[in-house]
């Protein structure tokens, strides 16, 4: 069925002027993954913060468990190196301090 320019374009102009959900959940205070320059977090049980999901561990080892007793991360700080396919695909450089073994 093809519909005249006429019946078509004002619910075109609707449709745009519609918000859609996703815009208006975001929260007043969120900003984009790409501004933010650097990430500190922090092991010993640190969580996170926590709005719309539960708190989780800043850091986890996900190695084997005897690897993970060998010393355990205080803090890792993380530097925006920034994006590498599309402007919110961020890349990531992470340094923390380890013994040398």
């Known amino acids: ?3 005249p320019s006429a019946l078509w374009a004002p619910l075109l102009l609707m449709a745009a002027s519609v918000p859609t959900a996703h ?3 975001k929260p007043k205070n969120a900003i984009l993954l ?3 320059k650097t990430l500190t977090l922090r092991g010993g049980g640190a969580q996170t913060t926590h709005r ?3 708190a989780m561990p800043q850091l986890q080892c996900m ?3 005897a690897l993970c007793r060998l010393h355990e991360i205080d803090v890792m700080r ?3 190196q920034g994006a590498a396919y ?3 695909d961020i890349q990531w ?3 923390a301090s380890l013994p040398p073994s």
């Open 1 to 3: 069925m093809h519909l």
């Open 23 to 25: 815009a208006a959940q």
């Open 34 to 36: 790409s501004q933010v």
């Open 52 to 54: 719309r999901v539960s």
């Open 63 to 65: 190695s084997s468990p």
């Open 78 to 80: 993380c530097t925006n």
């Open 86 to 88: 599309e402007t919110e």
């Open 93 to 95: 450089s992470c340094t």
